[in-house]
Antibody, heavy 121, light 112 residues
Framework: EVQVLESGGGLVQPGGSLRLSCAASGFTLSNYAMTWVRQAPGKGLEWVSAVTGDTGRTHYADSVKGRFTISRDASNNALFLQMNSLRAEDTAIYYC??????????????WGQGTTVTVSS | DIVMTQSPLSLPVTPGEPASIFCRSSQSLRHSNGYYYLDWYLQRPGQSPQLLIYLGSNRASGVPDRFSGSGSGTDFTLKISRVEAEDVGVYYCMQTLQVPLTFGGGTKVEIK
């Protein structure tokens, strides 16, 4: 079965760091574009970051650019999101998701259950 | 950034009846390849989002054929031909033409 499983969320103080992980199973992660999408409490969905499957090119929302880094480990079939300089407004459920293809950012066909990040003192 | 606007915000529906959700983008979502880069997602209560439609009108694998997507330029529609109880939740459109990808604010569908 094709699935992804996030981990690494938790409570962190403003200015702190956290590293989210996304373990993929049933498919080879580096063959597909992958993304992180977040959802603040009671709010809608916000695209955060993505990486293409073919070239490994990365993209970020302006709200996280310079603070968050997306990366992947082919040997462990995993995706990561390194989050630094965290702010209260980063509090959200973070979803890892897979795109349909390697080279284009459309069609998020596999989603994880999400991991919760809370930024608070 | 491309701004996505959905309407209505809330949609009470009657099982067995049709329902439509609208999504407007601040600029055309037509790619040079002729496709419209617009996805639709459903987030059921307490669940992760799921893909319904991609590239404007392509139904995702396993999605019932009562769901259909249409539109062009900046105006898109998700239609449910006959609503079922399991269709309740929040529907989101998302433009996938350019980064940053952006979502609409969501349309909450509930049974009357």
């Amino acid at each position: 079965e094709v699935q992804v499983l996030e981990s690494g969320g938790g409570l962190v103080q403003p200015g702190g760091s956290l590293r989210l992980s996304c373990a993929a199973s049933g498919f080879t992660l580096s063959n597909y574009a992958m993304t992180w999408v977040r959802q603040a409490p009671g709010k809608g969905l916000e695209w955060v970051s993505a990486v293409t499957g073919d070239t490994g090119r990365t993209h970020y929302a302006d709200s996280v650019k310079g603070r968050f880094t997306i990366s992947r480990d082919a040997s462990n079939n995993a995706l990561f999101l390194q989050m630094n300089s965290l702010r209260a407004e980063d509090t959200a459920i973070y979803y890892c998701a897979k795109y349909l293809y390697a080279h284009s950012y459309y069609g998020l066909d596999v989603w994880g259950q999400g991991t919760t990040v809370t930024v608070s003192s | 950034d491309i701004v996505m606007t959905q309407s209505p915000l809330s949609l009470p529906v009657t099982p067995g009846e049709p329902a439509s959700i609208f999504c407007r983008s601040s600029q055309s979502l037509r790619h040079s390849n002729g496709y419209y880069y617009l996805d639709w997602y459903l987030q059921r209560p307490g669940q992760s989002p799921q893909l319904l439609i991609y590239l404007g009108s392509n139904r995702a694998s396993g999605v019932p054929d009562r769901f259909s997507g249409s539109g062009s330029g900046t105006d898109f529609t998700l239609k449910i031909s006959r609503v079922e109880a399991e269709d309740v939740g929040v529907y989101y459109c998302m433009q996938t033409l350019q980064v940053p990808l952006t979502f609409g604010g969501g349309t909450k569908v509930e049974i009357k």
